[in-house]
C-alpha cells in the first residue's frame, strides 16, 4: 500500500461545438472553454501531466491525464492509500467521452 494526496483540480477543457452562431462568435476562444472540477487520488506526474484516478474497484483504477498548462488551481483535501501492485492495469487504453 501506498500513501497518496487526494486532490481537487479545477482545469480547462477541450469543447467541439455543432455551429457557430451569432453569441459564439462574438466571445473569445478562450470564453468557450468549460471549466471543470475533478476529484481523486494523484497517482503520478511530471513536468506536463497529472494523473487523477477518480474510481477504484479494487480490481483496477480509472483515471484521467491532464495537462499541467490547463489546470487554473489544484488544492490537495487529504490522503489516501491505494494497493500499488494495482495501480494501472496492463493493457488499459484510453476512451474518448461521447
Known amino acids: 500500500?501506498?500513501?497518496?494526496?487526494?486532490?481537487?483540480?479545477e482545469w480547462l477543457d477541450?469543447?467541439?461545438?455543432?455551429?457557430?452562431?451569432?453569441?459564439?462568435?462574438?466571445?473569445?476562444?478562450?470564453?468557450?472553454?468549460?471549466s471543470v472540477k475533478s476529484y481523486g487520488y494523484i497517482?503520478?506526474?511530471?513536468k506536463k501531466?497529472?494523473?487523477?484516478?477518480?474510481?477504484?474497484?479494487g480490481l483496477d483504477k480509472s483515471f484521467i491525464v491532464i495537462p499541467k498548462k490547463w489546470i487554473?488551481?489544484?488544492?490537495?483535501?487529504?490522503?489516501?492509500?491505494?494497493n500499488t501492485a494495482k495501480n494501472v492495469p496492463t493493457g488499459c487504453t484510453a476512451r474518448r467521452r461521447r
Request: net charge negative.
Open 43 to 46: 497517482l503520478n506526474q511530471d
Open 72 to 82: 487554473k488551481s489544484m488544492r490537495i483535501v487529504g490522503k489516501g492509500t491505494i
Open 49 to 57: 501531466a497529472i494523473m487523477l484516478a477518480y474510481e477504484d474497484s
Open 14 to 34: 477541450a469543447v467541439a461545438y455543432d455551429r457557430a452562431d451569432e453569441e459564439t462568435e462574438s466571445k473569445s476562444p478562450e470564453d468557450l472553454l468549460h
Open 1 to 9: 500500500m501506498k500513501t497518496v494526496n487526494f486532490a481537487e483540480i
